[in-house]
């Protein structure tokens, strides 16, 4: 079937939006870590409008695309990172810097205003959510089948970048119950696991806690590699809507 140019246009946007995020990601220098300074994020310390953290990067998902709105701003529980999308897509990413070993477990706070409009991450068009928590891993790509080392190689011919070997997310969701996962509209090497999003969730805070290597070989099928970035990300460009969400602190935690 013939596609109109602009749904073809549309459609090959939609598929590089992964291979931006990921590109910009590997440009970013290796962080310099003080011999005290642990990997995560507390923005329960850090004074309301100050300025991002030092080594976090509000990366774009597509070039041209605008960017969501990442404040610090005052909660209840303190000082928190509040995200605003206005039909934007942009993640707030940091290189990685994690010892799975020690610690394979994050946990995290974070509450969404409401759900999105007309979301749903199993269809292209649709896949936005108000928030997810995003981890990105290195691998041996010669494992891969041949289809997907060749869509890396188109990727790499398009942003000039490897693209990560895989991709885990842990998002928040109307349309699967908590424990779905879901793989992503255009590539399995980004799986997505449902955390939230069930009736009574928006507008609340939610303590969440997972373990990340389980969690890995759960949906890739294998052990993890070494994590390259992690970060958040609150996105509606596909819908062309707006949502509000606000994050708390992330740790990295030993096991179990």
């Excluded at 602009?6 to 590109?23: G, K, L, N, P």
């Excluded at 990105?136 to 190689?153: E, I, N, P, Q, T």
């Excluded at 590699?225 to 990300?233: F, V």
Aim: a neutral charge; hydrophobic letters at 40%.
């Amino acid at each position: 079937m013939h596609l109109p140019s602009s749904r073809r246009t549309r459609q090959r946007t939609a598929r590089s939006a992964w291979i931006a995020v990921c590109a910009a990601l590997l440009l970013l220098p290796p962080p310099i870590l003080a011999q005290d300074q642990k990997p995560g994020i507390a923005f329960s310390t850090i004074e309301p409008g100050a300025p991002l953290p030092a080594g976090w990067k509000n990366l774009p998902v597509v070039h041209g695309k605008p960017l969501t709105q990442y404040t610090l701003v005052h909660d209840d529980h303190g000082t928190v990172l509040q995200a605003d999308a206005n039909r934007s897509a942009s993640a707030l990413m940091h290189e990685g810097d994690i010892d799975l070993a020690r610690t394979p477990v994050v946990a995290w706070r974070w509450k969404a205003d409401r759900p999105i409009e007309g979301a749903d991450n199993r269809v292209a068009s649709k896949e936005d959510a108000p928030t997810r928590l995003v981890f990105v891993f290195d691998g041996d790509k010669s494992k891969l089948s041949m289809f997907d080392r060749a869509k890396m190689s188109v990727a790499k011919q398009l942003g000039g970048q490897d693209l990560p070997y895989a991709t885990l997310m842990y998002i928040w969701s109307t349309n699967a119950a908590p424990g779905t996962v879901i793989a992503n509209p255009h590539t399995d090497r980004v799986q997505m696991i449902v955390v939230s999003g069930q009736p009574g969730d928006a507008g609340q805070w939610q303590s969440l806690r997972r373990n990340i290597v389980e969690d890995y070989q759960r949906v890739f099928h294998e052990a993890p590699g070494r994590i390259t970035g992690y970060g958040l990300l609150t996105d509606t460009d596909n819908t062309g809507t707006t949502t509000r969400a606000w994050y708390g602190d992330v740790q990295f935690l030993p096991g179990p």
